[in-house]
């Protein structure tokens, strides 16, 4: 079976957002996400062996978890485009948010929430 | 009949249908991994302090796993550039990449849960607990081999990063042994999300992997056809593959560092 040769461009290559798409200047995004990543994947590991005793328990998971958060814009930004998606995306994502926020408070709810008279250690 | 908007954007929402399809999936896959994650949530904050697993993991495979991804997303993106500069060559070569980094991350994902399986917690008659490596568990022997160590409580257990572990091998008759349980998703609250979502996790991979690995074989027909819509089914799984990433970079901390 032949092989599929490169295709006529029917039309100028265009990305989502209606700007040509450059090969190289994506291998220097990739680059720089791929170093961002990593960098912040070594800096999770760093914290989570800090000693409890410099830094509380708390405060280790919560900078661990912003580390990650900022990890995970990174590649939804740059490797989703969602740094610049259409509208309709962004009003799916703001739903999901907000969906995803109610789950999360709901945990957060139940986990009070006892019976009258309840004895709790 | 033609299918509408399959390249073409729809005027009212400005993207094609798969597009909106794909981020659709993805909400509701949000959801998904945002109970488990809620579930999580609402067992570790409610565990006894000191009962928490920690140190469990082995942080080399997961950071190694971690990178695995990370350069996979990245091929996947760089598969779809390629498609849109119209180099299909440039397109086989990052795709065929993604799926061996696909297949590494399954393979150490396998070897962590193998590793997981082999452990075990032995609690003898007398009280005492052991856990480590089985070495030997024959039945027709009158006794089981371990590569580990003995617990002083069954608090040792938890938190293994606290602690300086030497391991030896111990042999332990079967007459001494109350109870014998393994690592699987029985043990404790702990393994059982573990297994569930890195399970779940390893499954999207096998999905996403399928779909890229069609459009990688038999679907790419449909470039010499119609290669701006074979490009957008690229960007469409490629979105799926990222979604898969964000998940295990937040895996990675939840089970494996906090």
């Known amino acids: 079976m032949s092989e599929p040769h490169n295709a006529p461009a029917t039309a100028a290559p265009e990305s989502h957002d209606d700007h040509p798409v450059e090969f190289d200047s994506y291998v220097r995004r990739c680059a720089g996400v791929f170093v961002v990543v990593v960098i912040a994947v070594a800096l999770m590991i760093w914290t989570s062996y800090l000693p409890e005793a410099r830094l509380g328990w708390s405060a280790k998971i919560g900078i661990i978890l912003l580390i990650a958060s900022f990890n995970a814009f990174i590649v939804a930004g740059f490797l989703m485009h969602l740094i610049s998606e259409r509208k309709m995306v962004y009003t799916i994502l703001g739903f999901t948010v907000t969906f995803v926020i109610g789950l999360f408070a709901l945990t957060l709810y139940a986990m009070r929430d006892f019976p009258l008279h309840t004895v709790t250690h | ?225 119609d290669p701006e819509r074979f490009t957008n089914r690229v960007e469409v799984s490629g979105l799926f593959w990222h979604f898969v990433d964000l998940v295990w970079i937040f895996l990675f901390p939840v089970l494996y560092l906090t």
């Open chain 2, 1 to 225: 009949m033609e299918i509408p908007y399959t390249v073409e954007a729809r005027p009212d929402t400005g993207l094609y249908n798969a597009k909106v399809g794909i981020w659709l999936f993805l909400a509701s896959e949000v959801m998904l991994f945002g109970g488990l994650f809620s579930a999580f949530v609402l067992l570790r904050v409610s565990a006894e302090p000191g009962t928490w697993p920690h140190g469990w993991q082995n942080i080399v495979l997961g950071t190694t796993n971690t990178i695995v991804l990370a350069l996979s997303a990245i091929t996947t993106l760089m598969a779809w550039v390629a498609c849109k500069v119209r180099e299909f060559g440039k397109f086989k070569f990052f795709h065929g990449c993604t799926l061996l980094l696909a297949l590494t991350f399954l393979c150490i994902k396998f070897v962590e849960y193998s590793e997981h399986l082999n452990h075990y917690e032995i609690k003898l008659t007398n009280g005492d607990i052991y856990d480590g490596d089985m070495v030997s568990n024959d039945p027709a022997r009158d006794h089981v081999v371990i590569s580990g160590r003995k617990d002083s409580s069954e608090m040792d257990l938890y938190d293994l990063r606290a602690q300086k572990i030497s391991e030896s091998e111990i042999t332990i008759p079967r007459s001494q042994i109350a109870s014998m349980d393994n690592y699987g998703p029985w043990h404790n609250n702990y393994l059982a999300l573990y297994y569930t979502l890195t399970g779940l996790h390893a499954l999207h991979i096998v999905g996403g992997s399928i779909v890229i690995g069609y459009l990688w074989g038999p679907g790419r027909k449909l470039w010499k056809k």
